[in-house]
């Protein structure tokens, strides 16, 4: 996850009071439109958390705005000076500008600008991983957002994004996340990328599956581990779940008929992990 090797350039410090700003613009471009995220390979992410935690993870940064509360809190200033050491260029708004950037009545007092990073499958190398989650066409972006930080959080290696999913770098998936998207590796890929890969997966590959009979806590999982969940809607296709060693369920007793993905995707990662996770 270590950023670009450009060469180093020092970035400056640049006051904008004008709402037609073109860097407001780009920023206002890159929050509403998944076009313009993928055309220039930079994405959004609000708040001084998410500042703090790409600057920890050396991650690339275009943008870092401030707003006037940011100037004097020592946290955003070494943030602030982090990032221009990179070569990012730090912008001081007015909270009026910081509004109409965001399209928000109360912003963040901090807004960055970063590069986007994605792996390929041929990229991933499963050995000494821990467990990893594919996701097939995943639609919605909290939820995404939700299983990125939930993967953070039991120690997972990565995420996989199969055929066509919502965009990770859109700011509801990126606020989902609560910073664990600088620290968890994304890869996007193809369902034939897919199949070839979790056909050579060193561990257990498992899928929840509505043909899944065997209870999720049941399975002698062996990392690296691959769990595969299917859409929100449709579920995993037959031919993922094929792609499987194993294809499981989770119980349910009440009126419910499903889970949320997020949900789901949370309990079979703790069981998966279960005795290798301490207090």
């Not at 963040?108 to 991983?129: C, F, H, N």
């Not at 296709?237 to 094929?242: G, I, P, S, V």
Request: proline fraction near 5%.
């Amino acid at each position: 996850m270590a950023h670009s090797g450009k060469p180093q350039r020092i970035g400056a410090v640049k006051q904008i009071t004008s709402h037609s700003n073109p860097i407001v613009k780009e920023i206002k471009g890159l929050i509403a439109q998944r076009k313009h995220r993928s055309q220039s390979g930079l994405f959004v992410a609000e708040g001084l958390k998410l500042a703090t935690d790409a600057m920890a993870a050396d991650w690339g940064v275009r943008y870092l705005a401030l707003g006037p509360e940011a100037r004097d809190n020592p946290i955003a200033q070494k943030a602030a000076a982090t990032a221009k050491a990179r070569g990012a260029l730090i912008l001081e708004v007015s909270n009026a500008v910081m509004s109409a950037m965001t399209r928000k009545d109360n912003p963040q007092m901090v807004v960055g600008v970063y590069e986007q990073k994605t792996l390929s499958a041929r990229e991933i190398d499963p050995r000494g991983g821990t467990v990893w989650v594919a996701l097939d066409r995943v639609r919605d972006p909290g939820n995404l957002g939700t299983i990125i930080r939930t993967v953070d959080a039991v120690g997972g290696s990565g995420v996989m994004l199969v055929g066509d999913c919502t965009d990770p770098f859109a700011v509801e998936a990126v606020r989902a996340t609560m910073g664990s998207l600088f620290h968890v590796p994304l890869a996007k890929m193809s369902k034939d990328d897919f199949k070839d890969l979790a056909g050579k997966w060193p561990g257990t590959v498992a899928a929840t599956h509505l043909k899944g009979s065997v209870d999720y806590r049941t399975p002698d999982y062996q990392e690296p581990a691959l769990l595969v969940m299917g859409n929100e809607q449709k579920g995993l296709e037959d031919d993922m779940a094929d792609a499987c060693s194993t294809l499981i369920r989770i119980p349910q007793t009440g009126q419910a008929d499903s889970l949320n993905l997020a949900v789901a995707t949370g309990i079979a990662l703790y069981e998966i992990r279960r005795n290798l996770l301490e207090l």
